[in-house]
């Protein structure tokens, strides 16, 4: 049988922990957080705009599939242990087929003996039918409307916000498996739940949609993505702790991980975090408010340990937002190595006949990038510090464009070339791919090392849709 441990109000501050901030996260620092963090909801967030567009193609492929393929792995490394403690679990995991994952969780629990657990589905995301329905609407992004994408329209789905979650913990859910939801929602719905918070009170939803947002991303709070060696040292990167809010009815917060594990948590790893993916600090739209952190503030109270405060909030937006994802062609690929003297004249070498070749047989659709990795995919020829501002390569008369600093092309003794096209037909792609192979015989000396890859593109677009389309829905999966 479950058992549950004190509610938020009674313990006086909630302490949720993030199991995830994507799809491909680490596994064992969510069973540290189950097992070491003192915690009363574990969250996995690990659904990006495109995967579930993604998702979508694999469950139109195989339609007991279309979740995150790691759900199995990380069910079974925790909810034994959630399920003995008490442990609610949150997770965007059921992508684009939440009822198919609601339905190996409960797998799961059964051949576990977990026989009290209740494991709850939320639906109501996927809009696609009422998206078709609209093709005046128009795209956010670029020109053109849904009825311009025509035919290859595979998906839309709504941002849902924390009403589905928390209807279905007030149900009793110990597992809520959603598909879309905002990534803060995912963290506010415990919240309110917990405290009964008015989720019409918008400074309070919004301190809670920034507890979220410093915690939807998971180890990038707790010094992963910030660590930058002699400038922004980070003790312990292979085995970071995973990041836990500690919550109060009033909504201060402090942000901290578990007592010896790796990473640190700062004012400044806090700060980073917060500006992540923020266009407007003062007006961070989603779908349960209109946050604004411009007056947010970190104090550090503690060893790993920063308190929060200072978040406020407008009313929530009228319309959600939705991704819909189309077919958007192909994309073919080749990489070759080449190494020892001269090596950075063989590849350009290489490129110039790549491009040669490429563009003489027009199979590309118009965009190509040809490129050395290391030298000019990245930079595409500005040094480090210039900023746009001129190549600061003492030598331009090489040619180098590397901003290197020395001139001299003998130093690199390793070069890798990279072509990558996008075409219109997987047959187009594929003869991309397949000129770089041919680099193997036909090319300058010593090429080696081939990959390559084609690859079916899936691009997002959005479009609003008025809130009163879109209705959440709860049910449970039979344990």
Not at 103 to 121: F, K, N, Q, T
Request: net charge negative; with cysteine; hydrophobic share 40%.
């Amino acid at each position: 049988m479950v058992t549950l441990q004190a509610s938020g109000s009674e313990r006086g501050a909630l302490r949720i922990g993030s199991g995830a901030g994507f799809a491909d996260d680490r596994i064992e620092p969510a069973v540290q957080l189950v097992e070491s963090g003192d915690i009363q909801y574990l969250v996995f967030e690990c659904l990006a705009e495109r995967s579930v567009a993604l998702a979508e193609l694999e469950r139109r492929r195989d339609p007991a599939r279309g979740y995150n393929p790691w759900l199995p792995d990380r069910m079974a490394a925790v909810l034994p242990e959630c399920a003995r403690r008490g442990i609610r679990v949150i997770t965007n995991m059921g992508a684009a087929n939440p009822r198919a994952a609601g339905a190996l969780v409960a797998g799961l629990a059964r051949a576990r003996a977990l026989r009290g657990l209740s494991v709850a589905v939320v639906t109501g995301d996927d809009v696609l039918d009422r998206i078709l329905e609209r093709p005046d609407l128009p795209l956010l992004e670029r020109e053109g409307t849904v009825g311009s994408l025509g035919d290859r329209v595979v998906s839309a789905h709504a941002y849902l916000g924390c009403e589905g979650i928390t209807h279905a913990l007030s149900q009793g859910a110990d597992v809520v498996i959603t598909g879309r939801v905002a990534d803060p929602s995912l963290y506010i719905a415990p919240l309110v739940h917990e405290f009964g918070w008015d989720t019409s009170d918008w400074n309070l939803i919004a301190k809670g949609a920034c507890a979220g947002h410093l915690m939807e991303c998971g180890a990038q709070v707790t010094g992963g993505y910030f660590a930058d060696p002699g400038y922004k040292d980070v003790p312990g990167l292979a085995d970071l702790g995973f990041p836990i809010a500690e919550v109060h009815a009033d909504g201060t917060f402090r942000i901290g991980k578990v007592p010896g594990s790796g990473g640190l948590v700062t004012p400044a790893t806090c700060t980073e975090q917060l500006l992540y993916e923020v266009h407007d600090p003062s007006a961070y739209p989603s779908a349960d408010v209109v946050a604004d952190f411009s007056e947010v503030r970190f104090e550090e109270s503690g060893h790993d340990t920063v308190l929060v405060r200072g978040a406020r909030g407008r009313r929530r937006p009228d319309n959600l937002k939705v991704s819909v994802g189309y077919r958007d062609g192909f994309t073919g690929e080749g990489q070759i190595s080449y190494a020892g003297p001269n090596a950075l004249p063989r590849a350009r070498l290489a490129l110039d006949v790549l491009r040669a070749r490429i563009e003489k047989q027009g199979i590309t659709s118009g965009a190509a990038r040809y490129e050395l990795i290391g030298v000019d995919s990245v930079s595409r020829g500005l040094g480090p510090g210039s900023h746009g501002g001129p190549d600061p390569d003492p030598d331009p008369g090489l040619g180098l464009g590397l901003g290197l600093g020395t001139g001299d092309p003998d130093r690199l003794n390793e070069v890798r070339v990279r072509v990558a096209g996008r075409t219109d037909s997987e047959d187009r792609a594929r003869r991309i791919a397949h000129e770089v192979s041919a680099m193997w015989l036909n090319g300058p000396a010593g090429g080696g090392g081939v990959v390559t890859s084609v690859t079916e593109r899936i691009a997002i677009a959005s479009v609003f849709l008025p809130r009163s389309d879109v209705t959440p829905s709860v049910t449970f999966a039979e344990v």
